[in-house]
């Protein structure tokens, strides 16, 4: 089933990146990038851009409750005001492409300006995260380092905008 939607110029919605951990350069670094590049350019047409990548340091804490919660911390400060939060988690919801592309394009519909995607650390992300987040979804029951994790949202992303404007990329 392919997802169609037509965007509105009046209904655009910036989509940031929230990671626990910088990635180093090499090539996971470039290839995320290289799918962001994708979607900032192919996004704008159905009213979703990139607005930032926010990386911060693991928590140095001693303790893995400390370490979350500092993170989280991290990541309040970078949301916008009125930002959606969709969280990374292996305990969130499996969505295929096609219910990822669905999400995104009903959350830009819905008339939010931000929304923000957040990749936690080795410890995973603060409860009063998940208490506050609009969505919470896994990449699949294993667990990820987050380099990869970076490269598969930055993908999932440019698809999304793929379905949503029913270009060919993604096939069934």
């Known amino acids: 089933m392919r997802v169609a939607a037509q965007a509105r110029t009046d209904k655009v919605m910036r989509i940031g990146l929230f990671a626990v ?3 180093k350069a090499g090539p996971e670094k ?12 192919a996004g704008p047409a159905i009213g979703l851009e990139l607005s930032r990548v926010a990386e911060v340091n693991e928590s140095r804490a001693s303790n893995a409750e400390t370490r ?41 519909d819905s008339g939010k300006r931000d929304l923000m995607i957040a990749i936690g650390g080795a410890d995973g992300l603060d409860p009063s995260l ?28 440019y698809r999304a905008v793929t379905i949503l404007s029913g270009h060919p990329y993604h096939r069934v």
């Open 130 to 157: 998940h208490a506050r987040a609009d969505a919470v979804l896994n990449l699949g029951k294993m667990t990820w380092p987050h380099q990869l994790v970076r490269i598969l949202i930055a993908e999932q992303l």
């Open 68 to 108: 979350k919660r500092e993170e989280a911390v991290q990541l309040e400060k970078a949301l916008a005001e009125g930002s959606l939060l969709v969280l990374l988690d292996e305990r969130g919801k499996a969505l295929d492409s096609e219910g990822f592309a669905s999400l995104l394009g009903s959350f830009r």
């Open 30 to 41: 470039d290839l995320a990038a290289r799918y962001l590049d994708r979607f900032s350019k």
């Open 21 to 23: 951990g910088r990635l």
